[in-house]
């Protein structure tokens, strides 16, 4: 079990097992590539490399990563290898070990030392501000952004940006807009100081901030040295920046000559900003106009204004109203208003806008708390703890109604969790998922019923015991969570596949059928072996093993029918018996008893070949070994069932295909790969030869680089995973991956000649939580809690409830009550919005 959470821990990593790895746009450079760019004038990023520390192995990950984003401002970035060829001064010196280079014009324009340029957001950030630091000004005192006023104004808008600190999210944000906008607007950038107390932002707010500022103005705002501001109420992004300057650009004032709910909704990119309707008569048109215009620079940045005129024979709007606003959304619909001045118009925004800051500043405070926990599914589940899953659709099973529950289907299938379990509460989503799925299709009712088991309360069943003369079906339940598959007057059967919704599904799908089936003409023996069982497994290759005996009264056939039972759910299996058992032998020359194995890599022309043992056990063994592939490729799903062979894994990975090329040669490792297992014979039954496509199973990049500590060049062949011991070897990477070569190498780990590349961790997976008896903790608890309360504990106990009744019933008397707000704190007539 611990293993399977290791997997899903692995798979709930957000993006770990969607992304798929880009083609990579980092260039390596040559000595003569390096010159021929150089001489061209192009702006380059190179860093050259020397060793490669954990440090400088890291920075290289993030280095090709900001490639793709460098790339759209004319940025080439690459590295080049000192320790191939030397370039004069940049492979010589001590400095450049912890530089990287920009270079522009020709010439060396500005090195950054690693510490400053640690990850993509800080490369794109710091590149392309010390590209735009022409353009970009940094202003550090109020009087330096006066005279920028003074010296913008009629000409330029200004654009202010406080970030927390450079190299930042933010800080690249900001320098990304201004890449584009750079022409249009007058980019600043500041850090804090006084400039912030003249915007009125405090400085210990811990968020970054933008400030538009109006200079280019018409002369009747021209009545102060300061420019006017409107400030973005979003938080930083390159997105929400690119929306913000569009929303600057949007007509102060629309006049229209209709109805407010014939106006059409605000259009990209005003999509998202609200729209505010004043009316205008046309005796005091002028004076409307200018309200309007006040009105709309303190919404600016919030909504849309829109005056209409009354005079319009299509506005239908009662005199009644003086106001209208429309909010962004489904509903659409013109809500209309009678207000008597301004600061109520504008109370209906900044309210809204205060709410919204609120309820950011607690997601903030909340998710504070996730650094606390020390995994992403406990992470998960923190987040969603609010949105509980509707457990209607699946059986509360309890001590009480247990036996009588598992008797009304053929097959129950039991959920036992605890609620407090990170996993557990995870998993129950999925349990519920599938609940659903099946009552949706009508498979449920009395074919399976799918239930839950809550440990945390019903102890006793779920420690295998309870009042009931009846012994229930399974042993004490130790893991947490865990999925038995229960059948009326049968042991239980214990799920040991994926804690995921589509997994448990299909072990569902498959666990419906009769295991095993009794097939007694070629029709149904050729139905069962190429035909999916159900409509709900289409697209899915099942594993299929079918059992030939002579009679159905030989003593093969209770063996078979016992290890069929205990592979319900992950392989189909079939029984021929008499002549057609003996026609089906004849054909394939073997002798009758027989099994055939048809594992899902191998055509069914092509199954394996069994004998029939003596005992379930030794069966069961034989018919697993023969479905597992020679050479598996690992993923997410299988891995568990691989790492439980308990054999060292002799792990290739290879990196995704960028060409047809690309897939050629890998295709020619996993070949040799497969050379090494035939050309090795039986010294590699101790090893599971194996393969990882990365760009299939990109979590596989986090394993390669926990077994060695970086990321080494691709492909990677390492050896790992020992019984008896946590030592990882690394197959040369200088040289190239040969049979023959593998297994003198093999030889040479197995002498102990073969210094280890890296360790395992050490940390080891027990169960989240002992299994406690909670029920029993209580009782034994209450009476020392009713020893330890004194008769004076009771008459002040007694005292409390007399003045807590009397409270009530004045309370009740008087209507009013102080849990209750008053008349006097009447909500605002507009709180919905």
């Keep these: 079990m611990w293993m399977c959470i290791a997997v899903f821990l692995l798979w709930m990593r957000p993006g770990g097992c969607t992304e798929k790895a880009n083609i990579s746009l980092l260039i390596e450079y040559t000595a003569a590539d390096f010159y021929e760019k150089l001489h061209s004038g192009k702006m380059m990023f190179i860093y050259f490399e020397h060793q490669v520390s954990p440090t400088v192995a890291l920075f290289l990950?993030?280095?090709?990563?900001?490639?793709?984003?460098?790339?759209?401002?004319?940025?080439?970035?690459?590295?080049?290898?000192?320790?191939?060829?030397?370039?004069?001064?940049?492979?010589?010196?001590?400095?450049?070990?912890?530089?990287?280079?920009?270079?522009?014009?020709?010439?060396?324009?500005?090195?950054?030392?690693?510490?400053?340029?640690?990850?993509?957001?800080?490369?794109?950030?710091?590149?392309?501000?010390?590209?735009?630091?022409?353009?970009?000004?940094?202003?550090?005192?109020?009087?330096?952004?006066?005279?920028?006023?003074?010296?913008?104004?009629?000409?330029?808008?200004?654009?202010?940006?406080?970030?927390?600190?450079?190299?930042?999210?933010?800080?690249?944000?900001?320098?990304?807009?201004?890449?584009?906008?750079?022409?249009?607007?007058?980019?600043?950038?500041?850090?804090?100081?006084?400039?912030?107390?003249?915007?009125?932002?405090?400085?210990?707010?811990?968020?970054?901030?933008?400030?538009?500022?109006?200079?280019?103005?018409?002369?009747?705002?021209?009545?102060?040295?300061?420019?006017?501001?409107?400030?973005?109420?979003?938080?930083?992004?390159?997105?929400?920046?690119?929306?913000?300057?569009?929303?600057?650009?949007?007509?102060?004032?629309?006049?229209?000559?209709?109805?407010?709910?014939?106006?059409?909704?605000?259009?990209?990119?005003?999509?998202?900003?609200?729209?505010?309707?004043?009316?205008?008569?046309?005796?005091?048109?002028?004076?409307?106009?200018?309200?309007?215009?006040?009105?709309?620079?303190?919404?600016?940045?919030?909504?849309?204004?829109?005056?209409?005129h009354r005079?319009?024979?299509?506005?239908?709007?009662?005199?009644?109203?003086?106001?209208?606003?429309?909010?962004?959304?489904?509903?659409?619909?013109?809500?209309?208003?009678?207000?008597?001045?301004?600061?109520?118009?504008?109370?209906?925004?900044?309210?809204?806008?205060?709410?919204?800051?609120?309820?950011?500043?607690?997601?903030?405070?909340?998710?504070?708390?996730?650094?606390?926990?020390?995994?992403?599914?406990?992470?998960?589940?923190?987040?969603?703890?609010?949105?509980?899953?509707?457990?209607?659709?699946?059986?509360?099973?309890?001590?009480?109604?247990?036996?009588a529950t598992v008797a009304q289907s053929s097959m129950t299938v039991a959920l036992f969790y605890l609620k407090w379990d990170a996993v557990s509460m995870a998993f129950l989503s999925s349990f519920i998922e599938v609940a659903d799925r099946l009552e949706e299709k009508a498979f449920s009712g009395s074919v399976v019923q799918m239930s839950a088991v809550d440990c945390g309360e019903w102890t006793n069943l779920c420690a295998a015991q309870t009042g009931s003369s009846l012994p229930l079906p399974f042993q004490p339940i130790t893991a947490f969570p865990s999925v038995l598959m229960l059948r009326p007057n049968e042991s239980a059967q214990r799920y040991r596949g994926m804690l995921g919704a589509e997994a448990l599904h299909r072990f569902i799908m498959l666990s419906l059928q009769a295991s095993p089936v009794r097939l007694s003409t070629p029709k149904e023996v050729t139905s069962f072996l190429q035909e999916v069982p159900h409509p709900e497994l289409v697209g899915y290759q099942p594993e299929r093993v079918l059992g030939l005996f002579e009679t159905q009264t030989d003593t093969g056939v209770s063996l078979f029918t016992e290890a069929a039972k205990s592979l319900r759910g992950e392989v189909l299996t079939g029984l021929l018996t008499d002549e057609l058992a003996e026609k089906w032998a004849a054909e394939h020359s073997v002798d009758l008893p027989a099994l055939f194995v048809f594992p899902s890599w191998r055509t069914p022309a092509r199954p394996l070949f069994l004998s029939v043992p003596t005992s379930v056990k030794e069966l069961l063994a034989h018919i697993r070994s023969a479905l597992l592939h020679p050479l598996p490729e690992l993923t997410v799903e299988n891995l568990p069932s691989f790492l439980s062979l308990g054999k060292a894994l002799l792990l290739l990975f290879v990196g995704e295909e960028e060409d047809e090329i690309g897939r050629r040669q890998n295709q020619a490792l996993v070949e040799e790969m497969r050379g090494v297992v035939e050309l090795g014979g039986g010294r590699m039954k101790s090893y599971l030869a194996c393969w990882i496509h990365l760009g299939r199973t990109p979590a596989g990049m986090s394993v390669l680089g926990s077994y060695l500590g970086s990321m080494p060049p691709l492909p990677a062949l390492v050896l790992t995973h020992f019984p008896s011991g946590d030592e990882v070897y690394q197959f040369p990477p200088s040289a190239p991956i040969a049979a023959p070569s593998v297994l003198r190498w093999l030889q040479r780990v197995e002498a102990g000649t073969e210094t280890p590349a890296g360790m395992l961790g050490d940390a080891s997976w027990p169960p989240a939580f002992d299994f406690y008896d909670f029920l029993k903790i209580m009782d034994t608890q209450e009476p020392e809690a009713a020893l330890k309360q004194t008769p004076a504990d009771e008459d002040d106990m007694e005292k409390d409830e007399e003045n807590e009744g009397k409270n009530i019933a004045e309370e009740e008397a008087t209507g009013s009550s102080s849990r209750f707000p008053t008349s006097e704190n009447k909500a605002d007539i507009h709180s919905e919005l």
């Design 311 to 403: 005079q319009s024979p299509a506005v239908k709007t009662p005199e009644e109203y003086n106001a209208a606003y429309r909010l962004p959304g489904k509903n659409l619909d013109v809500k209309y208003l009678t207000l008597h001045d301004l600061d109520e118009v504008l109370e209906l925004f900044t309210n809204q806008e205060k709410e919204e800051e609120e309820d950011e500043g607690m997601e903030e405070e909340e998710n504070s708390h996730f650094g606390e926990l020390d995994d992403e599914v406990a992470a998960s589940v923190y987040e969603s703890r609010g949105n509980l899953p509707d457990v209607d659709s699946i059986t509360h099973l309890t001590s009480e109604n247990f036996h």
């Design 61 to 308: 990950v993030e280095l090709e990563k900001s490639a793709e984003a460098l790339q759209d401002y004319g940025i080439l970035v690459g590295k080049l290898d000192c320790n191939k060829e030397l370039v004069h001064t940049y492979c010589m010196e001590e400095r450049v070990l912890h530089t990287a280079f920009l270079f522009r014009g020709g010439k060396e324009f500005l090195g950054f030392d690693l510490d400053t340029v640690f990850d993509v957001n800080s490369i794109v950030s710091e590149v392309l501000f010390a590209i735009l630091r022409e353009e970009v000004k940094y202003v550090h005192t109020d009087a330096d952004l006066l005279a920028m006023e003074k010296a913008a104004r009629g000409r330029k808008d200004l654009v202010l940006g406080y970030v927390l600190s450079l190299g930042t999210q933010e800080h690249r944000s900001m320098m990304e807009t201004a890449y584009v906008y750079g022409s249009k607007y007058q980019f600043i950038l500041i850090t804090g100081g006084p400039v912030l107390k003249h915007l009125g932002a405090d400085e210990q707010s811990h968020s970054s901030q933008v400030w538009f500022l109006h200079c280019r103005l018409h002369s009747g705002h021209r009545t102060s040295d300061r420019c006017p501001f409107t400030r973005m109420r979003k938080a930083l992004s390159t997105l929400s920046l690119h929306s913000f300057l569009q929303l600057m650009e949007a007509p102060l004032v629309t006049e229209v000559y209709e109805d407010p709910s014939s106006v059409k909704p605000p259009q990209f990119p005003y999509q998202q900003t609200p729209q505010v309707f004043l009316f205008a008569h046309p005796a005091t048109e002028h004076l409307d106009r200018e309200t309007a215009t006040t009105l709309a620079w303190r919404l600016r940045g919030l909504a849309l204004l829109v005056l209409v």
